[in-house]
């Protein structure tokens, strides 16, 4: 079976361009989340969906990164303008249910901004 | 206050040997409580959900203890394919992940 796919896996840009991460849930998953990780900061919630619908995004750093989820099977991620401190590794994880379900995670896209 | 607090390590065993992760969680609407492990340069991956009567899943014992908001994750016979950081998450009622910073095991041969 299919798992979360991510793409791309490696994102290289310069600073002031804009980024644009992809995903593509579990088929049959409603909910899907989007994660950063960072050696400093950990694991961190960015924002998450719940039958297309963003349900909490106060994990979004500020106004340069927006999220968006226009049909069960895909959502982008996008960063505008990017900055060298958004590099990291971004995860998109999936589950069936909203409470209580385990969360399953795509390879991730590591984003390196110069 | 952190949401989970969980020591970084490393923990350096030989194979065979038994070890324990302790994590504690900040929240006591917490729901839901899994282990994941992560592989360097790796995403995470589901280890095993925690029930609150403990469970089994081969050599892991997880156990939740949810007066002292305490999990733990125990590991018989330790290979070197367990070799990883160990995260501890608890959920709350909306599935919102509270990832810890995890712990790291070195299993040496």
């Known amino acids: 079976d299919a798992g979360v796919i991510q793409s791309p896996r490696h994102e290289v840009t310069e600073m002031g361009q804009e980024v644009t991460l992809r995903c593509k849930p579990i088929?049959?998953?409603?909910?899907l989340f989007w994660y950063r990780q960072t050696m400093m900061r950990g694991l961190e919630l960015l924002i998450y969906?719940?039958?297309?619908?963003?349900?909490?995004d106060s994990g979004m750093p500020e106004d340069r990164f927006s999220a968006k989820m226009p049909n069960a099977s895909f959502s982008t991620l996008k960063i505008q303008p990017s900055e060298p401190r958004d590099s990291a590794v971004y995860f998109c994880a999936s589950s069936l249910q909203l409470a209580g379900g385990e969360q399953y995670f795509g390879p991730g896209t590591r984003l390196t901004v110069t | 206050r952190k949401e989970v607090e969980q020591d970084p390590g490393p923990f350096n065993v030989p194979e065979g040997a038994t070890v324990a992760f302790n994590c504690t969680y900040s929240n006591s609407a917490s729901q839901s409580f899994f282990w994941y492990r992560q592989d360097c340069r790796k995403e995470p991956k589901l280890l095993m959900s925690v029930y609150s009567s403990g469970n089994e899943d081969g050599r892991f014992t997880a156990q939740l203890n949810r007066a002292s908001q305490y999990i733990s994750l125990l590991i018989r016979d330790s290979k070197l394919s367990d070799s990883a950081t160990y995260l501890c998450v608890p959920g709350d009622n909306f599935n919102k992940f509270y990832f810890g910073s995890g712990t790291k095991l070195n299993v040496k041969p």
């Open positions: 969906f719940n039958n297309n619908v963003p349900i909490d």
């Open positions: 088929s049959g998953h409603n909910s």
